[in-house]
């Protein structure tokens, strides 16, 4: 069964930064992605980033796109984000997530079938 455990999470000011990190416990195949989302309470979660495993192609949600930064490390089979310049709307659950590669579909959280549990990301003005 496929775990995902997030860490990282934290309160920090306008203006920081903080480090997420999710570790799988098992082998992320090439043919496979990894993701981070975000969760507000009553809302869908929302596609943050992703990153493909074999050919490191990213992709970022348009809001965050030069402020957060999507890493992976093969080896250990674990994903990063670095969030820099945070805001007070970045304030969410963020969940990693595990799927097939996709280019169409990786936006929607319908088609992810691992997910962590999440870490909490607050961000004070």
């Known amino acids: 069964q496929v775990q995902l455990v997030e860490s990282g999470g934290g309160l920090v000011q306008a203006g920081g930064s903080l480090r997420l990190s999710c570790a799988s416990n098992?082998?992320?195949?090439?043919?496979?992605?990894m993701a981070w989302f975000r969760r507000t309470p009553g809302k869908e979660p929302e596609f943050v980033a992703s990153?493909?495993?074999?050919?490191?192609?990213?992709d970022y949600l348009e809001s965050v796109r030069g402020r957060f930064t999507i890493t992976r490390d093969t080896a250990k089979n674990m994903i990063f984000l670095q969030m820099d310049s945070l805001e007070p709307e970045d304030t969410a659950v963020y969940l990693c997530?595990?799927?097939?590669?996709?280019?169409?579909?990786?936006?929607?959280?319908?088609?992810?079938?691992?997910w962590g549990q999440g870490t909490q990301v607050t961000v004070s003005s």
């Open positions: 098992v082998r992320i195949a090439s043919h496979e992605m």
């Open positions: 990153i493909s495993w074999r050919s490191d192609v990213m």
């Open positions: 997530a595990k799927g097939i590669n996709n280019d169409v579909y990786r936006r929607r959280p319908d088609w992810w079938d691992s």
